[in-house]
């Protein structure tokens, strides 16, 4: 069996692996729950963490970058709320658009910025967010058991991963507690009755589109800025952002579930990239493209139906049109 | 009433799409310090400048031909495939099994079993999602989306695995046999006397597109089950009451737009690369989302559309080997054509329509007067 440590060390690295994943599905969450579907958040992570990188290399403050990198995921989201809000488009091929403009510019930009090949310079110091040890984490540490898990578990991440752990009861509390939450949740639903009661279809979507942007951004900036290696490379996100969306769906979207879904996913990428203690563990070889393949497998099974039923908000995908 | 004429609808509009995608790529260029007007002349002289660059054009508009029917079709039935680059993944499979398996004694029988062999694999990874979307209610672009990401795992596998000759380091299959090495366009039009480069990677598969095109054009426009998947897309109660069965429907026109896009591996796979290499496709299956709406959904218009991409990509390769534009641009130009050209398409179709509202008003009473005079 493995000891405590190297448990430890992987959970460790499931919850770095989980947090963009989480960011990135409860941007999802909050724009899918108004009725928008947006398969952007791959799109919007990269632009964000290409700009939130560059702008914390030239200017050595990560802070000014992580909000450079919020400006750029929010810019996409615009260009997704003018397409998909004001002109009625397609969503999903408004989200396919975002994807490819951000793949395509960041390079472009990083190219002609830096010139090293579509990168960023490494970030240090003050350029990048590093980890926070927590009070007592030190002293504590040779307390058995609690002690590791306090020290290697819960001490240690930036300050972005405890942001994206507390945006989950945050959510949470917005969507079920406000009275904002109940009509983002509403306009998901059933449009027509939200503009009934005279409150704004377009105004709450653009917010729910908002917020997703502001969302991704920070996702972007933790893989870009807060990641061991911080700097931007291309394509970084790497598929994240549809990991995300398989992950919001696991969740049925409900914010606690993408918590445990978006913690699973996140396992799956810490244990893929060891597949020696898997083999220790269960005995087994376990091909490690499985593993990369598994959350999209899991995803599909889900949305199948076969493991209890994913549905999504009624009204997600559709244009509100005012009178027919 | 049409709101326009039915030229507006499949010229102008696209024109304007396309006219602010290259606005928009212009002010790119721009910000990066180089000159638009040059990165197009080194565009137009390397993708049309000579028979080389024509084979390059040719060779990538034919891939792009399969992806943008592939989307084109499955349009129609108002299904979204973005799946088109794991099908065409796995229709590369099915070419190179069928390449390295078989004994072929001919080509042209070879590319048959080829063609056969891509439609079949490519149609397989496009009817589990298409059979879930029917059956079960799971939304087809995102079963769609998560099948890319299990083809490209699964051909990963098959790679470095079984299908790697013992004793190689690369991900890649064997050279495939002499035998089924494509005829290229140097070939075919050396027959009839016209010189064309022999580098060039065009090859028969490229009549093999342009025969799929006017096969989907016959599917769609002749035959009743063409009928039937339009019906179908235009209005479901409505194709349901008039007794088409939805579930077959969503099956045909989905497996046989996976079948297209596979169709693609007969000319990257089999034409080209002439052994199956990890992430063959490169992207080509998602542009065929914009040929598609570039093309309006008519093979005529995916054909050309699929040529402008071809340019795009050929020229765009140039650029990045002549200038300090790195060739992602072409990533951004076809992010622009699929936004202006889908998503935004209202925006540029609304004031295109009130022109020709505007000029179809009666004229006023004076000048009917003075005409009367």
């Known amino acids: 069996m493995m000891d405590l440590l190297t448990i430890l060390q992987i959970l460790d690295s499931s919850v770095r692996s989980a947090t963009p994943l989480l960011l990135a599905c409860l941007a999802g969450l909050f724009s899918e729950r108004a009725g928008i579907f947006d398969?952007?958040?791959?799109?919007?992570?990269?632009?964000?963490?290409?700009?939130?990188?560059?702008?914390?290399?030239?200017?050595?403050?990560?802070?000014?970058?992580?909000?450079?990198?919020?400006?750029?995921?929010?810019?996409?989201?615009?260009?997704?709320?003018?397409?998909?809000?004001?002109?009625?488009?397609?969503?999903?091929?408004?989200?396919?658009?975002?994807?490819?403009?951000?793949?395509?510019?960041?390079?472009?930009?990083?190219?002609?910025?830096?010139?090293?090949?579509?990168?960023t310079p490494q970030l240090s110091g003050g350029a990048r967010f590093n980890p926070i040890t927590l009070p007592f984490a030190e002293n504590l540490r040779e307390v058995p058991v609690i002690g590791p898990i306090y020290y290697e578990l819960i001490s240690g991440h930036t300050i972005l991963v405890y942001l994206a752990m507390l945006a989950v009861p945050l959510t949470w509390w917005i969507l079920y507690r406000t009275r904002f939450g109940l009509r983002l949740r509403a306009v998901g639903e059933n449009p027509a009755a939200v503009d009934t009661a005279g409150v704004s279809v377009v105004g709450l979507r653009f917010a729910a589109v908002g917020i997703c942007g502001i969302l991704c951004g920070i996702a972007g900036a933790q893989l870009a800025t807060a990641e061991p290696a911080a700097g931007f490379v291309k394509d970084m996100t790497a598929g994240r952002g549809y990991i995300a969306l398989a992950a919001l769906?696991?969740?049925?979207?409900?914010?606690?579930?993408a918590l445990y879904s978006c913690l699973l996913f996140g396992f799956l990428q810490a244990i893929a990239l060891r597949p020696d203690l898997i083999e220790k563990a269960i005995g087994v070889r376990v091909q490690v493209q499985f593993l990369d393949a598994l959350p999209y497998i899991l995803t599909v099974i889900i949305l199948a139906g076969f493991v209890g039923k994913a549905i999504p908000p009624r009204a997600g995908g559709e244009p509100y049109v005012k009178e027919r | 009433m049409e709101k326009m004429p039915k030229w507006a609808d499949i010229l102008l509009v696209p024109l304007i799409s396309l006219i602010l995608a290259a606005f928009f790529s212009a002010i790119v260029i721009l910000a990066i310090g180089e000159s638009p007007v040059a990165a197009l002349k080194i565009m137009v002289s390397g993708a049309l400048g000579s028979t080389y660059a024509w084979g390059y054009t040719l060779y990538y508009a034919t891939n792009f031909i399969f992806t943008g029917l592939a989307v084109a079709i499955a349009f129609h039935a108002?299904?979204?495939?973005?799946?088109?680059?794991?099908?065409?993944?796995?229709?590369?499979?099915?070419?190179?099994?069928?390449?390295?398996?078989?004994?072929?004694?001919?080509?042209?029988?070879?590319?048959?079993?080829?063609?056969?062999?891509?439609?079949?694999?490519?149609?397989?990874?496009?009817?589990?999602?298409?059979?879930?979307?029917?059956k079960r209610g799971s939304h087809i672009v995102i079963t769609t989306i998560m099948f890319n990401f299990i083809a490209a795992a699964l051909l990963n596998y098959l790679l470095i695995g079984v299908l790697k000759p013992a004793g190689s380091m690369e991900p890649a299959t064997t050279k495939f046999p002499a035998a089924v090495h494509l005829p290229t366009l140097h070939d075919i039009l050396g027959l009839v006397g016209i010189p064309f480069s022999r580098a060039a990677p065009a090859n028969v598969a490229f009549l093999v597109a342009i025969a799929a095109c006017i096969a989907v054009w016959a599917l769609i426009w002749r035959t009743r089950l063409g009928y039937q998947i339009r019906a179908f897309g235009h209005s479901e109660p409505a194709a349901k009451y008039a007794g088409i069965n939805p579930t077959k429907i969503i099956m045909i026109a989905m497996m046989i737009s996976g079948a297209l896009a596979g169709m693609m591996a007969v000319n990257n796979v089999m034409g080209e690369a002439e052994r199956l290499v990890l992430n063959a496709v490169e992207g080509a299956g998602f542009i065929g989302i914009a040929v598609a709406l570039m093309g309006r959904s008519h093979p005529l218009g995916v054909f050309l559309a699929a040529i402008l991409f071809g340019f795009l990509y050929q020229g765009g390769a140039e650029l990045g080997l002549a200038t300090k534009i790195p060739r992602e641009l072409i990533v951004v130009i076809q992010a622009l054509v699929i936004l202006f050209t889908g998503a935004l398409d209202n925006m540029v179709r609304a004031p295109v329509e009130r022109v020709f509202m505007a000029m179809r008003r009666p004229p006023k009473p004076e000048t009917k007067l003075k005409a009367a005079e």
């Open chain 1, 39 to 119: 398969i952007g958040l791959e799109g919007k992570m990269l632009a964000a963490a290409f700009l939130s990188a560059a702008i914390a290399a030239v200017t050595g403050n990560v802070w000014i970058g992580l909000f450079a990198g919020i400006g750029a995921s929010l810019a996409l989201s615009a260009i997704h709320g003018l397409a998909s809000i004001t002109f009625r488009g397609n969503q999903l091929i408004s989200g396919v658009a975002i994807n490819f403009l951000a793949a395509g510019l960041t390079v472009v930009v990083a190219q002609s910025w830096f010139g090293q090949g579509g990168r």
């Open chain 1, 249 to 257: 769906i696991f969740a049925k979207w409900r914010p606690w579930y």
């Open chain 2, 78 to 134: 108002r299904m979204f495939n973005i799946g088109g680059e794991g099908q065409a993944m796995l229709g590369g499979l099915g070419v190179a099994l069928v390449c390295l398996y078989i004994p072929w004694p001919h080509w042209s029988l070879a590319l048959i079993g080829a063609v056969a062999g891509a439609a079949l694999f490519g149609a397989a990874w496009a009817a589990i999602p298409a059979f879930l979307q029917a």
